[in-house]
């Protein structure tokens, strides 16, 4: 299982990002998709997370700025993220569950993409 997340970048602070993270390889189904960050000095976090189980949840700081959504033709996971501030800043990561022909629930990450919040 492969995930590539594209999206990242600069932008000034109010501004708008869509991170996009698309899964490939031998998936049978996604369980779970979700975004989690890493800030420089800090642990990695949880940002929002999406099931069609659960539905969507997000962290406190992610309310009413971020969306998480699904393309599940695509096998990919976004996060729209408006009104960012500079303490947005930080790596970004997809994480999905997936059930593979070996594994029933078994768990994989992207590379990450830099979002870099200018004040």
């Known amino acids: 299982v492969q995930l590539v997340e594209s999206g990242g970048g600069l932008v000034p602070a109010g501004g708008s990002l869509r991170l996009s993270c698309a899964a490939s390889?031998?998936?049978?189904?996604?369980?779970?998709m979700s975004w989690y960050r890493q800030a420089p000095g800090k642990e990695r976090e949880l940002v929002a997370t999406?099931?069609?189980?659960?539905?969507?949840n997000y962290a406190d700081s992610a309310k009413g700025r971020f969306t998480i959504s699904v393309d599940n033709a695509k096998k990919t996971v976004y996060l729209q993220m408006n009104s960012l501030k500079p303490e947005d800043t930080a790596v970004y990561y997809c994480?999905?569950?997936?059930?593979?022909?070996?594994?029933?629930?078994?768990?994989?990450w992207g590379q990450g993409t830099q979002v870099t919040i200018s004040s």
């Open positions: 994480n999905v569950w997936v059930q593979t022909h070996t594994l029933f629930n078994v768990d994989f």
């Open positions: 390889g031998s998936i049978l189904s996604i369980n779970t």
């Open positions: 999406i099931s069609s189980r659960t539905g969507t």
